[in-house]
């Protein structure tokens, strides 16, 4: 008997009704032994995700503001998931503590874990399936990165012990034993961490759309699905914004070359994703998709001679590292270059940049400029084609779009460009319908 492992997303357990679904998908196929389950997503666009609600209720508890009414949401969520699948499971004690810790100011991580918690508890009682507590499986180290041995080790003894487990995705734990979530949609990285530690064949990705699109179906109406794609071709358009799959899920894969597959566990019959480590296989044209973010900046400093200067990219690196910034990209020229950083790490902090810029690498001027969006064109085909820029400039010249910056990924499967945010969407439509139509 093989091993798949199956994640199904908060689209996918959002209610009763999902929660059916999902238990004839896995008991169809008897490889589907380990399941991680997200939080209850929305079940439909008025709806509110139970993370959501329980961050809010923690900041409430912590404010001393009432957080019963918020917290009633979320138990009645679970509640009717049990009811709707005839279960005998009664969940008051675990509501009740819940309500307790946030009373006595438990924190913030502990608090939002319980939605997967919840949720995968439920589960295994429906399968039939044992439950394992992800603290137990996944771990951090005192600096709070992830601790590969010790996890990769407990998760394979688990899977010698248990045969089939249901796991709550998105957190593990700490050496103090204290809960810790990964970023936002951090099931996906307990999948495929799971995924590495069973040493499974196939790590299936469950969502509510069959598969990885050539663009977010959310600027374009039925977007060409992307039949393969390379983990490193994912991993650029995820970071770059497609949010179907968390950027860092394919990190725990690769090593072991574990395939993923996404598939919508609303049409389990619709053929999926399958995200590999290489292909021969064409993708749908020179480029296999496109992706983007809006709210970024970008900070130009001009200086005659700059490259004469051996120190200046050090005294500029030191400015970003002590500020906290991350940098996304730097495009230069011979007198000037472009910090390209997201808007979340100037915040409250511009004025000090400026400063520290202006003493420490003493520039001719600098100046910043925000709304900006960028867009990732990637295709493992871009290598050996001619022409994929200049198809890709006429498209945006075509559309009377301003490139504000252009880089060229090193690798040499992405082209990224900084168009105004007030033409992302635009954009996004025109690189579509020149490369996919
Ligand atoms: P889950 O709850 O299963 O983790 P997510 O909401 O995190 O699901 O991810 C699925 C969503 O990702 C889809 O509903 C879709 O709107 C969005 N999405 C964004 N870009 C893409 C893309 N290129 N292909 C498919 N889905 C995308
Ligand atoms: N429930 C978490 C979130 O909403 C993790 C996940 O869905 O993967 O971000
Ligand atoms: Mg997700």
Redesign the pocket.
Known sequence: MSIIVSKF??TSLANSKQFLRVKDIVLNDEDRRYIVA??P?KSDSEDT????LLYLSYDLAKHKIAFSDTLEKVFNKYEEIVNGCGLNLDLTKHFEKIKLELEEGKDRDYI?SR??YLNALILSELLGYEFIDAKDLIFFNNNGNFDEKKSYDAIYEMSKKHKKAVIP??YGSMPNKEVK????????L?GSIISRGVKTSLYENWTDISGFMSADPRIIKNPKKIEVITYKELRELSYAGASVL?EEAILPVTAAGIPIEIKNTFKPEEKGTIIVPDTDKKGPSEITGVSGKKHFSVINIEKIQMNKDKSFHRKLMSVLEVNGIVLEHMPSSIDSLSLIVADKYLTGKMDTIETELKSFCNPDKVAFKSGIALITVVGRGMKNSIGTSAKLFTALAASKINVRMIVQGASEINIIVGVEEKDYERAIESIYDAFMK
């Open positions: 997303g908060g997200s939080a997503g995700k139970v993370t959501d939002a939605g997967e995705g998105f979530t990964f970023s936002r949609g951090g099931g996906d307990t968390h």
